[in-house]
């Protein structure tokens, strides 16, 4: 839905004679923007200059539906909401991947330009502390943005300053320290799911597999040693390919198995049987099995009565109820 509402604002803006994005946001053009980025050897990524163009818009209100009025969408972004505003209200064609966003968000977190912060209420707050959540945002650091509203002459010395190596060591201390305390403002729960699904359900009902994959986080979508850890396993991930929140691999015959642990959402489904499958049989591994885990029946319940989304001949395990799992049959 978002992509054809973000469709419909451009639209609506261009009938009105309006441009679909202003020339300039808060005082700053995509020159200057690629100016700045050229300096940081990143201004020859047309996506990177458009998602700090993105994050620069105080003139477009949030695209949360529970942020407080008033909101903008420079106070802190989804993954999707860039992808649409980059590809859709931007440029008039298709949202970006959201998996491109070790492509055109990572290399800026890796300068502290670009900061995490998540919706908790009302309020953005620091970090990522849920994994995976709808509420996890991006927005620009307070210091990288003034840097593009200083004066020619001044903006240079200042650039500098803000990218030396000491600079980035000392931001990027400064964030752990706030997303560490932030972490204890919010439900961690679906990390937790994910914790025991590995250390319970699948000791004891996959004990012959281990676990080449995990994603726990909102950092990069796959680290270097993620990378790693799946090519020992035969594992090339492509852009696009659909990630679990576990993967564990049988050594032994070579096959794969997935776990989605489910708090909110991300079953099991017939879309993601079908990519994960694919994602295997390319990889030549000889076949792959999955398992859908809840927290307790009260939540499988919810989600099933509301989604009846559930594989066929994939697996149900509950963390309440730990000493059996529950295969899906059809009678049809």
Request: net charge neutral.
């Amino acid at each position: 839905m978002l992509h054809d509402d973000v469709a419909v604002l451009r639209k609506k803006r261009l009938d009105a004679g309006q441009p679909a994005v202003p020339d300039s946001l808060q005082g700053v053009s995509k020159i200057k923007v690629k100016q700045v980025l050229d300096r940081l050897s990143l201004g020859g990524n047309r996506d990177i200059i458009d998602a700090v163009f993105a994050m620069l818009d105080n003139e477009t209100p949030s695209w949360f539906s529970t942020a407080p009025k008033g909101t903008t969408f420079s106070e802190g972004a989804s993954t999707a909401h860039l992808g649409c505003h980059i590809g859709v209200l931007q440029r008039g064609a298709t949202k970006l991947d959201r998996e491109g966003r070790d492509y055109w968000i990572k290399p800026l977190r890796e300068l502290g330009a670009v900061e995490p912060v998540f919706l908790n209420g009302a309020v953005f707050i620091a970090g990522h502390p849920v994994a995976k959540s709808p509420n996890s945002a991006y927005r620009l650091n307070d210091d990288f943005k003034a840097i593009f509203t200083s004066k020619d002459g001044q903006w240079e010395k200042a650039l500098a300053e803000w990218s030396s190596k000491e600079a980035v060591r000392r931001r990027h201390e400064h964030q752990a320290k706030v997303e560490e305390a932030a972490k204890k403002q919010v439900d961690s729960s679906h990390s937790q799911l994910i914790t025991d699904s590995v250390t319970h359900y699948a000791k004891k009902f996959l004990p012959d597999y281990e676990v080449i994959y995990i994603d726990d986080g909102d950092g990069d979508r796959i680290t270097d040693e993620d990378e790693k850890k799946l090519a020992s396993a035969g594992i090339k991930l492509k852009l696009g390919d659909a990630m679990p929140d576990v993967l564990l691999w049988n050594k032994k015959t070579d096959q794969l198995w997935v776990i989605e642990a489910v708090t909110s959402d991300g079953e099991v489904d017939f879309h993601k049987v079908e990519q994960l499958t694919k994602m295997a049989k390319r990889c030549g591994k000889r076949g792959i099995g999955f398992t859908t885990t809840y927290r307790n029946w009260k939540d499988a319940a919810s989600r099933q009565e509301k989604n009846k989304n559930l594989a066929m001949d994939s697996y149900v395990w509950i963390q309440t109820d730990p000493s059996r799992q529950f295969l899906v049959k059809s009678f049809e």
